[in-house]
């Protein structure tokens, strides 16, 4: 499967611990997107790399949230200090660099935090 | 008031029916329009781009009118595999960043 990848699918985490998520883009894509989704509403947008440069962060995304992509293949996207209202649907995104090309989705990462 | 707004339905409606959709956005410098259609619990999937111009994929037909600042999404002859989420997504000049709607909830009936 060439698509995009995300690890693990699920994750059911305790208040107050820390989560780390994995998503590996389709190897040409050099941009990569995280998106985080609750039940009914659309996706919303956290942050985005060109590479293995951070080019834009949501408001969304607190101090407790950090995204990574140290060689511009695969990224991680950390919360610390996981709260209730973290619980989500997590999703990553990749596309070509150039032009508004298509986002092609993983199949998300749901975390619930209890 | 919300970037980009849809009605978020249910639509209802039997098989071999038409039905549109439409979605708002408020931001006059948007740049590019998609139709994405999410099943339940999977993960958003591109229907069709949205040019200008107005483009048809068989039994898809979508439309952009930038004066009035939406686009619509018109499914004929709709079928029970149709049903699912669909989602209005807009960009805007200087960022990459997808910004969705809410999702248009559809269910075809028997």
């Known amino acids: 499967d060439t698509g995009v990848s995300q690890n693990p699918r699920h994750k059911i985490t305790k208040r107050g611990q820390n989560v780390t998520f994995r998503c590996d883009p389709i190897?040409?894509?050099?941009?990569l997107y995280w998106y985080r989704q609750t039940l009914g509403q659309g996706p919303e947008f956290l942050t985005y790399f060109q590479n293995e440069a951070q080019l834009e962060k949501s408001r969304l995304l607190s101090d407790r949230f950090s995204a990574e992509r140290p060689k511009g293949s695969f990224s991680t996207l950390e919360i610390q200090r996981t709260e209730q209202g973290d619980s989500a649907m997590y999703l990553c995104?990749?596309?070509?660099?150039?032009?508004?090309?298509?986002?092609?989705f993983g199949p998300g990462t749901r975390l619930t935090v209890l | 008031r919300k970037e980009v707004e849809q009605d978020p339905g249910p639509f209802n409606v039997p098989e071999g029916a038409t039905v549109a959709f439409n979605c708002t956005y408020s931001n006059s410098a948007s740049q590019s329009f998609f139709w994405y259609r999410q099943d339940c619990r999977k993960e958003p999937k591109l229907l069709m781009s949205?040019?200008?111009s107005g483009n048809e994929d068989g039994r898809f037909t979508a439309q952009l009118n930038r004066a009035s600042q939406y686009i619509s999404l018109l499914i004929r002859d709709s079928k029970l595999s149709d049903s699912a989420t669909y989602l209005c997504?807009?960009?805007?000049?200087?960022?990459?960043?997808?910004?969705f709607g809410t999702g248009t909830r559809l269910k075809v009936l028997a």
């Open positions: 190897s040409e894509h050099n941009r």
């Open positions: 949205v040019y200008s």
């Open positions: 997504v807009v960009t805007t000049s200087g960022t990459y960043k997808y910004i």
């Open positions: 995104a990749s596309s070509l660099g150039s032009g508004y090309n298509e986002q092609f």
